[in-house]
Nanobody, 128 residues
């Protein structure tokens, strides 16, 4: 069992930045690929970013991003702190959503159905 707790959400003006954190506890964190998803009211949950297990062997290609956030968002992980981050820059009003982190024992995937554990979410609101 893995417990995930997100933090760092809040209200920010368009063009601003936020950094989300997701603290994991339970099983060995480095064994899990991690993802961020978001859900806005009335919209299906969508993939944002993912990072493969164990950034120790990080090479180009072990992260994936939704097209809508490429160049603006960066996912990273610190296995020593059991934490995954989502740095969000140049935020837009359409980024407003509840952001969830998730963990999977599979390889990096964009499919929410392939994640085994989910956090409770943190609200991000971007004002215009």
């Amino acid at each position: 069992q893995v417990q995930l707790v997100e933090s760092g959400g809040g209200l920010v003006q368009a063009g601003g930045s936020l950094r989300l954190s997701c603290a994991a506890s339970g099983r060995t964190f480095s064994n899990y690929a991690m993802g961020w998803f978001r859900q806005a009211p009335g919209v299906d949950r969508e993939f944002v970013a993912a990072i493969s297990w164990s950034a120790v062997l990080w090479i180009s290609g072990s992260t994936r991003y939704a097209d809508s956030v490429k160049g603006r968002f960066t996912i990273s992980r610190d296995n020593a702190k059991n934490t995954v981050y989502l740095q969000m820059n140049s935020l837009k009003p359409e980024d407003t959503a509840v952001y969830y982190c998730a963990a999977t024992t599979r390889t990096v995937t964009t499919k929410g159905s392939e994640y085994d554990y989910w956090g409770q979410g943190t609200q991000v609101t971007v004002s215009s």
